[in-house]
């Protein structure tokens, strides 16, 4: 199996491993009556908490375009050392994402953003070069 399908795997929990510091790591944390209800818990906390919940939220909109663009570059027969450097740039990428989310730092959270769709962009021009 390829470096890329790993971090597939990884991209696909990163959600929940925001959503984990937010419930459990920063601010009010999780009990278990507030477990019966976590999503409106989530979205009545404030601050560093919550921006960990949207950075979970943000992980969910992210994955399924990366997933299926190291899929197709993959089934396209695109260069594999190729798949591999974008794959782990995007999961990099996506960890500091998550971090700027939660560190409130708007701009460089944009900006990562942006070099982190780039990689989706490019895994599938890799697939279509083959």
Same mark, same amino acid.
Request: hydrophobic share 60%.
């Given at each position: 199996?390829?470096?890329?399908?790993? %971090?597939?795997?990884?991209?696909?929990?990163?959600?929940?491993?925001?959503?984990?510091?937010?419930?459990?790591?920063?601010?009010?944390?999780?009990?278990?009556?507030?477990?019966?209800?976590? @999503? @409106?818990?989530?979205?009545?906390?404030?601050?560093?908490?919550?921006?960990?919940?949207?950075?979970?939220?943000?992980?969910?909109?992210?994955?399924?375009?990366?997933?299926?663009?190291?899929?197709?570059?993959?089934?396209?027969?695109?260069?594999?050392?190729?798949?591999?450097?974008?794959?782990?740039?995007?999961?990099?990428?996506?960890?500091?994402?998550?971090? %700027?989310?939660?560190?409130?730092?708007?701009?460089?959270?944009?900006?990562?953003?942006?070099?982190?769709?780039?990689?989706?962009?490019?895994?599938?021009?890799?697939?279509?070069?083959?």
């Amino acid at each position: 199996m390829i470096l890329a399908y790993w %971090c597939v795997l990884i991209a696909a929990f990163m959600p929940v491993a925001f959503v984990a510091y937010a419930k459990f790591f920063c601010g009010k944390k999780m009990d278990l009556e507030t477990n019966r209800y976590p @999503r @409106r818990w989530l979205e009545q906390t404030e601050g560093a908490q919550q921006r960990a919940y949207w950075a979970q939220l943000n992980g969910f909109e992210a994955f399924p375009p990366f997933a299926a663009a190291v899929i197709i570059a993959s089934i396209a027969g695109g260069s594999i050392a190729a798949i591999n450097l974008l794959a782990v740039l995007f999961v990099l990428l996506r960890i500091a994402y998550g971090w %700027c989310y939660i560190a409130d730092k708007a701009s460089a959270r944009s900006l990562v953003w942006a070099a982190a769709t780039a990689c989706v962009v490019l895994l599938f021009i890799v697939g279509a070069i083959g």
